[in-house]
T-cell receptor, first 117, second 117 residues
């Protein structure tokens, strides 16, 4: 079965520091998708990025960047020059193919990021 | 564009009582999901609808949980009777139909926090 491991339970940094959130996954599917979601204190999960398994290009969006390495089954997320507003729980998720032809998401346990001023 | 709407936001009930949650997805989103998020854990998929048909309900405790999506738009999730371990946040999400470039990008509502005493 699919599995997502986020070994870092909580990370604390000071504003302007760079921080990397780790995500390691296990899958039996040959084609799959990886996601990152942010859950601020308000509770609503916010979609950040989707990456498919045959596209290993790293992606950068502003202060956010993602490093996908199929060889190590990792999809790490880096925030550059962190800000207090980045404080949230971040979830990595992996798609799982269903017998119906659809996909469902399997989430990791999340990493709580605390950015202090 | 309006996001995913959920109500109520909070609910406190006693064990063995029943409760219902409502979700209205983003307009045009054919796929609707209900997740259970227990404190400190990632969301766990309970049931997934494609229009008004069930795609996956393998993790739905069917002896006490039920869900429907009449007319392929709004959905309700019911628990009857509730147990203490049902205390969690119940998240609804929606996504565009399968096949397009944005398929599998799920957009979440604010959730309903259920406390069972």
């Amino acid at each position: 079965a699919q599995k997502v491991t986020q070994a870092q339970t909580e990370i604390s940094v000071v504003e302007k520091e760079d921080v990397t959130l780790d995500c390691v996954y296990e899958t039996r599917d040959t084609t799959y998708y990886l996601f990152w979601y942010k859950q601020p204190p308000s509770g609503e999960l916010v979609f950040l990025i989707r990456r498919n398994s045959f596209d290993e290009q790293n992606e950068i969006s502003g202060r956010y960047s993602w490093n996908f390495q199929k060889s190590t089954s990792s999809f790490n997320f880096t925030i550059t020059a962190s800000q207090v507003v980045d404080s949230a729980v971040y979830f990595c998720a992996l798609s799982e193919a269903l017998n119906t032809g659809f996909q469902k998401l399997v989430f990791g346990t999340g990493t709580r990021l605390l950015v202090s001023p | 564009e309006a996001g995913v709407a959920q109500s109520p936001r909070y609910k406190i009930i006693e064990k063995r009582q029943s409760v219902a949650f409502w979700c209205n997805p983003i307009s045009g989103h054919a796929t609707l999901y209900w997740y259970q998020q227990i404190l400190g854990q990632g969301p766990k998929l309970l049931i997934q609808f494609q229009n008004n048909g069930v795609v996956d309900d393998s993790q739905l405790p069917k002896d006490r949980f039920s869900a429907e999506r009449l007319k392929g738009v709004d959905s309700t999730l019911k628990i009857q009777p509730a147990k203490l371990e049902d205390s969690a946040v119940y998240l609804c999400a929606s996504s565009l139909a399968v096949g397009g470039p944005k398929s599998y990008e799920q957009y979440f509502g604010p959730g309903t926090r259920l406390t069972v005493t």
